[in-house]
């Protein structure tokens, strides 16, 4: 006759499921597929300023460690517990910079959980038609662009720096003044090829850089 303690035995102090070593490498190997996947969108389709390797890397080895803590989880109860009791301590204090890592880091959390929990068809259609959204959205993008612009320059060139910068449209982001040269940081929505402007800025007399960057973050002065 089968007892309540035969049942809390088999249930918190034996293996449940069928994992078998089959299981576990097909499992990571599908995490491992999904996550090369969203490393590609990400290296190939990056909007931001400075394209980060390190971050890529870590979101394919997020999918794999998610599919591993999923596979652990789901085959015995005490040690899922104990693996959110350890990672209930763990505080995660590095900064997401832009908005869309952390959505490729939500992605990669996903790929994982669906490996781990044997939804490979579920984690690979998944992980495809994230990927074709989102490369619609980025191909997409039509209207003018946000870009950066500052200039560099001496105080003798101020008067002719103001004179080229008067007919655009801009918003000044930050001045900086340091003896005898200004720093100017303007907002420009523009087209991509009305960049012109930025050589006949370079080319005045006392003007020491003008450097464009398209701008798709967070803005701090």
Not at 83 to 111: C, H, N, Q
Not at 166 to 181: F, G
């Amino acid at each position: 006759m089968t007892t309540f303690a035969d049942i809390f035995k088999k249930s918190f102090l034996e293996e449940a499921g069928d994992l078998t070593i089959e299981k576990f490498v097909l499992s990571m190997l599908v995490a491992f597929i999904c996550g090369m996947i969203v490393f590609a969108v990400y290296r190939n389709f990056y909007r931001g300023v400075i394209y980060n390797n390190n971050f890529n890397i870590l979101l394919v080895m997020t999918s794999l460690i998610t599919c591993f803590m999923v596979i652990v989880i789901s085959s015995n109860v005490v040690l899922s517990l104990g693996m959110v009791g350890a990672l209930s301590i763990v505080r995660y204090r590095t900064a997401v910079k832009d908005p869309l890592d952390v959505g490729f880091l939500f992605w990669t959390v996903a790929v994982g959980v669906t490996s781990g929990a044997s939804l490979y068809i579920i984690s690979l259609l998944g992980t495809v038609f994230i990927a074709a959204i989102f490369i619609i959205l980025v191909k997409c993008k039509v209207g003018k662009r946000q870009y950066l612009l500052v200039i560099k320059y001496l105080d003798e060139a101020a008067e002719v720096v103001e004179k080229e910068m008067e007919s655009k449209k801009k918003v000044l982001k930050n001045k900086t003044v340091v003896k005898d040269y200004t720093e100017l940081t303007y907002e420009m929505h523009m087209n991509e090829g009305d960049t012109s402007f930025v050589n006949t800025l370079s080319e005045i007399k006392g003007v020491k850089s003008a450097v464009l960057v398209e701008f798709s973050g967070g803005y701090s002065s």
